[in-house]
């Protein structure tokens, strides 16, 4: 088969790249697979994955500047066979070339800055829901070849997510008051007895209840998805990510990802400003368990619709990032916790994973000692980018979500 790499332009904002068209069957069905968002950092590891398992893969991305810079190209840690399409999933007839001929669709392609989305609310809703939107509508009354749909949905749809009161059990506090955080009272409290509460393990049953704009979108692609496709026959999954980090994430992106956003500033000597009192904490999964967990979805044989958490069962506090990424680094900057809160931040959430480990037979591989070091040696690696980290707390600032 001879591969051709090549960019063939059909028009302004489209081009495509042809990769090798070589076609596996499993179980006796050939199995093409469609990426929206495959440019992007996990986007462009599955679909290299994949790759190397023998499936045919097409991807769709924009090459956002937001993530990819500025006069972005198709990356170049993409595998060549991949077949690469511009276009934007707010646009139908990107989707329709993207679906031709495909088996199974993984919807990642998302807008994802927690604190951006408070104020991009239409870009946000547009691209993350209306993008959804379009997918469905075209499976549900247009002639196609979808046999299974996942997408990425986040832990950001549980807003805090599960904690244990001593008097009433599990329960599931909503946003915390501007008040309180003022007062420097970062701590979660009961929602019946106004106790505090000690954060446990959040199930994929728990109470939605989002926080911010970029949760709300997340819940609704998720439930576009489930449920249509329920009704039309196609099984479909839901991953509710945690917190993904590893070698290829956007280092230039200042709206999305702390691990980037500190590695940036420690690389720079510059100070770092740690918020609240620095013991928030997040569910970090290494970007290799977030691929196989979307492979286990892929080649499960089980008919189902069902939402699924990804993570590492595991919590790590925000001022251990910070110190841990300086070790990697062997550099030391200044950083002040200065008890600055961001609106439509939680303070805690980690995934119970038993769900997950018993309908998909996977478990997470990777702990966050062993993750933030391959990360550091590849960061070590990339160029020093442009810091945008200030000007993005600017905007959260003017518009009063920087408190």
Same mark, same amino acid.
């Given at each position: 088969m001879i591969k051709v790499g090549a960019i063939l332009t059909d028009r302004l904002s489209h081009c495509v790249r042809i990769g090798a068209s070589n076609q596996i069957k499993i179980g006796g069905k050939i199995m093409n697979i469609f990426v929206a968002g495959g440019a992007g950092f996990i986007g462009s590891h599955l679909a290299n994955e994949l790759i190397k398992r023998g499936y045919t893969v097409r991807v769709l991305d924009n090459l956002s500047e937001q993530v990819h810079g500025k006069n972005a190209k198709i990356p170049a840690e993409l595998d060549e066979r991949v077949e690469f399409i511009l276009g934007d999933v707010?646009?139908?007839?990107?989707?329709?070339?993207?679906?031709s001929g495909m088996d199974v669709v993984v919807h990642l392609a998302a807008e994802t800055g927690t604190g951006q989305s408070m104020y991009e609310v239409y870009h946000y809703t547009d691209t993350n829901i209306g993008g959804t939107?379009?997918?469905?509508?075209?499976?549900?009354?247009?002639?196609?070849s979808i046999k299974k749909v996942l997408v990425a949905s986040s832990r950001a749809i549980y807003g805090e997510g599960a904690y244990n009161c001593?008097?009433?059990?599990?329960?599931?506090?909503? +946003?915390?008051?501007?008040?309180d955080l003022e007062a420097k009272d970062f701590g979660m409290k009961c929602p019946i007895c106004g106790e505090s509460v000690s954060v446990v393990a959040t199930k994929e049953d728990a109470l939605l209840h989002p926080v911010s704009v970029y949760?709300?979108?997340?819940?609704?692609?998720?439930?576009?998805?489930?449920?249509?496709c329920k009704n039309l026959g196609i099984p479909a999954l839901a991953y509710r990510f945690q917190n993904v980090y590893g070698p290829g994430q956007s280092l230039?992106?200042?709206?999305?990802?702390?691990?980037?956003? +500190?590695?940036?500033?420690?690389?720079?000597?510059?100070?770092i400003n740690i918020f609240e009192d620095g013991q928030e904490s997040?569910? +970090?999964?290494?970007i290799d368990d977030i691929v196989?967990?979307?492979?286990?979805?892929?080649?499960?044989?089980?008919?189902?619709?069902?939402? +699924?958490?990804?993570?590492?069962?595991?919590?790590?506090?925000?001022?251990?990032?910070?110190?841990?990424?300086m070790r990697c680094y062997k550099k030391t900057v200044p950083v002040h916790i200065s008890g600055m809160f961001r609106v439509g931040d939680i303070r805690n959430n980690y995934a119970d994973m038993t769900k997950t480990e018993k309908l998909l037979g996977f478990r997470t591989k990777v702990d966050f000692s062993e993750g933030i070091e391959k990360f550091a040696d590849w960061v070590c690696g990339q160029d020093m980018n442009l810091d945008g980290y200030e000007r993005s707390l600017n905007?959260?600032?003017?518009?009063?979500?920087?408190?």
């Open positions: 707010r646009n139908t007839e990107d989707w329709r070339k993207a679906l939107a379009k997918l469905i509508d075209i499976l549900t009354n247009e002639k196609h001593l008097k009433h059990g599990i329960v599931y506090p909503e +946003f915390r008051t501007e008040e949760g709300i979108t997340k819940q609704v692609q998720e439930e576009l998805v489930l449920t249509l230039s992106n200042p709206y999305t990802g702390i691990l980037s956003i +500190f590695s940036t500033r420690i690389r720079q000597g510059k100070d997040r569910d +970090f999964v290494y196989a967990a979307l492979i286990a979805g892929i080649e499960s044989d089980r008919y189902m619709h069902e939402s +699924f958490n990804v993570g590492t069962g595991k919590m790590v506090t925000v001022e251990t990032v910070v110190n841990e990424l905007e959260l600032k003017e518009r009063g979500l920087l408190k």
